[in-house]
């Protein structure tokens, strides 16, 4: 299915006068409010194929109806939001959830929606039908070398798919650690990953990344061989300069200063993407900004000053991407919520006075930089927002569009009300 441009366009002509008015009125409190509507433009986050259908959690699931129920369908439900808010035109693939049987036939269907491939994820932390040895007691980390090739081998294969689809970068995950004092030893269990994040490394095309993400715990609850960013740091420096951090946001003990690790990853150049969500008690994968739009709007602060003074471009220089799960939610809402969140935090942070922060810095003035940085924060950017998703094509109000379209219950008509998405 398809959101026709002249229904998006009846919708705009409806809402323009009311916009309009919201956006004379910031363009006039803020300076270049041209030159952060194009930034806005061109800034695009990934969808993850496995948040279009509903989660749930270990205890249950609730689908909604009309989740996906293969590749193409994914790609669909991307473009759907693609069409709404001209802001979602990447997916990020997980194998073996999204083998993709015919590359091409894959490839051409996501240019159609505009959509290009970004990371690709490889998955360690299941076994699959048919697999050989199990990733019971972790993958690249196993004591038994047989098991550790066996990983690398599936890791190689993702970068085959991800080559076929025109990505360049790879995402590893481990789920590898211990759940008990005295099962693993450490040193040992480093330099079995390092070892085989080396091989996996070496396969790599020349203008290709490797994103190594870090999570402090679960499904280990004693210990994880990639669980913080220093340790993730440490693989990406030993690997080389196609190696990466990634950051979830979700994925650090309570009370981290994200921000602070952000702004020195970047410094360090070994910040290479995040996987944006929120949570309020470890990694629940909520909709971004939903808990903590403070703390998102830090990150973004850092990542702007630390990408300006680098002469980064912001939209290119990072991979970003959404790593959320849906349970009481309809996917698709709530990942035009997560976009939104998004958007406006990043409109936010580029409104941050930089000349007068640096000033309030340099005299230990700390009520001026509070100052500063709250009243970027306290700023309504939303017609800012509408106005760079309208400047593209997209509709003012996304959400408002997809609910007087029925899109859902379009969804439930063609693919039924009992779907099973495929993935987590
Ligand atoms: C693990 O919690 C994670 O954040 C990784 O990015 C996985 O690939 C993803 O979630 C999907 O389960
Ligand atoms: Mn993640
Ligand atoms: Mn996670």
Request: hydrophobic share 40%.
């Amino acid at each position: 299915m398809n959101i026709e441009k002249s229904r998006i366009a009846i919708h705009n002509d409806v809402l323009l006068a009311t916009h309009q008015r919201s956006f004379d009125y910031i363009a006039g409190e803020v300076e270049n409010a041209g030159d952060i509507v194009n930034k806005l433009a061109a800034f695009q986050v990934a969808i993850p194929s496995w948040a279009l259908g509903t989660g749930g959690t270990r205890f249950g699931r609730f689908p909604g109806g009309g989740e996906p129920r293969c590749l193409e369908e994914k790609i669909t439900d991307i473009g759907l939001l693609h069409q709404l808010n001209q802001s979602s035109g990447a997916i990020s693939l997980h194998i073996p959830w999204d083998i993709p049987s015919d590359p091409s036939h894959i490839k051409a269907l996501a240019a159609q929606y505009g959509l290009r491939f970004d990371a690709m994820n490889s998955n360690t932390f299941q076994d699959q039908p048919g697999q050989v040895f199990s990733y019971k007691f972790g993958s690249l980390q196993h004591v038994n070398k047989d098991i550790r090739k066996q990983a690398i081998a599936h890791n190689i294969e993702v970068i085959r798919h991800g080559i076929a689809l025109g990505s360049d970068a790879l995402t590893v995950w481990l789920a590898d650690g211990s759940c008990f004092p005295g099962q693993l030893n450490f040193r040992q269990a480093f330099q079995h990953t390092l070892e085989s994040l080396q091989e996996i490394y070496a396969a790599l095309p020349d203008d290709w990344k490797i994103f190594v993400e870090y999570k402090a715990a679960e499904p280990n609850f004693y210990s994880t061989t990639v669980g913080d960013w220093g340790q993730s740091l440490l693989y990406t420096s030993k690997l080389g300069p196609k190696a990466f951090t990634l950051v979830d946001l979700g994925h650090h003990l309570p009370n981290a200063n994200i921000e602070q690790i952000v702004s020195l990853l970047l410094m360090e150049g070994k910040l290479g993407g995040f996987h944006f969500n929120d949570s309020k008690y470890g990694d629940d994968d909520l909709t971004v900004g939903s808990i903590k739009p403070y703390q998102l709007f830090l990150i973004f602060n850092e990542l702007v000053e630390g990408m300006d003074a680098k002469g980064m471009n912001h939209a290119t220089g990072l991979g970003w991407m959404i790593d959320a799960s849906h349970n009481v939610k309809d996917p698709l809402e709530d990942l035009l919520q997560s976009i939104e969140a998004i958007m406006i935090t990043y409109a936010q942070a580029l409104l941050v006075d930089r000349k007068k922060l640096a000033e309030a810095q340099q005299n230990n003035d700390v009520v001026t930089a509070q100052e500063v940085l709250q009243h970027a924060f306290r700023t309504d950017v939303r017609a800012l927002v509408a106005a760079a998703r309208l400047q593209a094509g997209g509709a003012l109000q996304p959400l408002a569009l997809y609910r007087t379209e029925k899109v859902r219950e379009q969804l439930i008509h063609e693919r039924g009300m009992k779907t099973v998405a495929t993935g987590l």
